[in-house]
């Protein structure tokens, strides 16, 4: 069965740090394109990183490089997302998506298959 589960949300104050896990099962994260999209209240989504199969490129939206850094770890099949420095522009949910991309494409419509999401609140 496949299935997406994302953890690590919360509460964390500005400049803080948070690690989000995404733990797939039912596909390889060696051979899917892995995205973290998030998506505030009101707004579109959003996606922030991603990180290819095969090769493992990666790509970061403007607003979140030098901040954020994806990474995978193929034995546990799990895709991270390790946030620094947040603001209070970066609460959102989060969700990660595999897709059979060869490319770290950032664009929520190329992924096929979502988790149910996180919550992040960044708030003094």
């Known amino acids: 069965q496949l299935q997406l589960v994302e953890s690590g949300g919360g509460l964390v104050q500005p400049g803080g740090s948070l690690r989000l896990s995404c733990v797939v099962s039912g596909l390889s994260v060696e051979y899917y394109a892995i995205s973290w999209v998030r998506q505030a209240p009101g707004k579109e989504r959003e996606g922030v990183s991603a990180?290819?199969?095969?090769?493992?490129?990666?790509n970061y939206a403007d607003s979140v490089k030098g901040r954020f850094t994806i990474s995978r770890d193929n034995a546990e099949n799990t895709v991270y997302l390790q946030m620094n420095s947040l603001k209070p522009e970066d609460t959102a949910v989060y969700y990660c998506?595999?897709?059979?991309?060869?490319?770290?494409?950032?664009?929520?419509?190329?992924?096929?298959?979502w988790g149910q999401g996180t919550q992040v609140t960044v708030s003094s």
């Open positions: 990180i290819s199969g095969t090769s493992g490129s990666t």
């Open positions: 998506a595999a897709g059979a991309s060869w490319s770290p494409t950032l664009s929520p419509g190329r992924y096929d298959y």
